[in-house]
């Protein structure tokens, strides 16, 4: 059975917590920084200075990062938050995923978000 070190996988997950500086909620899924970071394309609001913890054993195999909560973003846009997206903040698309459940968010309010995981399975592994 393949297997790659812990620290392979790591490796990408740091490059996240080092880079990722940037949380747009999204009307649907990005597949560049533009979309993701633009009012009126996608982004309907954003929050800067995110917390992305260090990497960690995820389940069922592998290896993650934990995005905190956040109870403060600014929404820049009135529509239906269906997907975040993480940036470095001045042109790279990191990562982007569907939200829990989508959020209606009207412009000038705030949004929250629970903490979520990014993560990389094992080679192998599920």
């Known amino acids: 059975m393949p297997w790659v070190n812990d620290n392979v996988l790591d490796s990408g997950l740091n490059w996240i917590d080092t880079n990722g500086t940037r949380l747009d909620i999204c009307s649907q899924e990005p597949t560049n ?55 470095d903040g001045s042109s790279v698309l990191i990562a982007t995923g569907a939200l829990s459940s989508s959020q209606s968010v009207t412009d000038t309010n705030t949004f929250t978000l629970t903490s979520f995981a990014i993560g990389i399975p094992d080679v192998g592994g599920s």
């Open 33 to 87: 920084y533009s979309q993701a970071t633009t009012d009126g394309t996608y982004s309907l609001g954003n929050k800067t200075g995110i917390t992305i913890s260090t990497s960690a054993d995820r389940t069922p195999s592998g290896r993650e990062v934990t995005i905190s909560a956040i109870s403060d973003g600014s929404v820049t846009e009135t529509g239906t938050a269906t997907h975040w997206a993480i940036t």
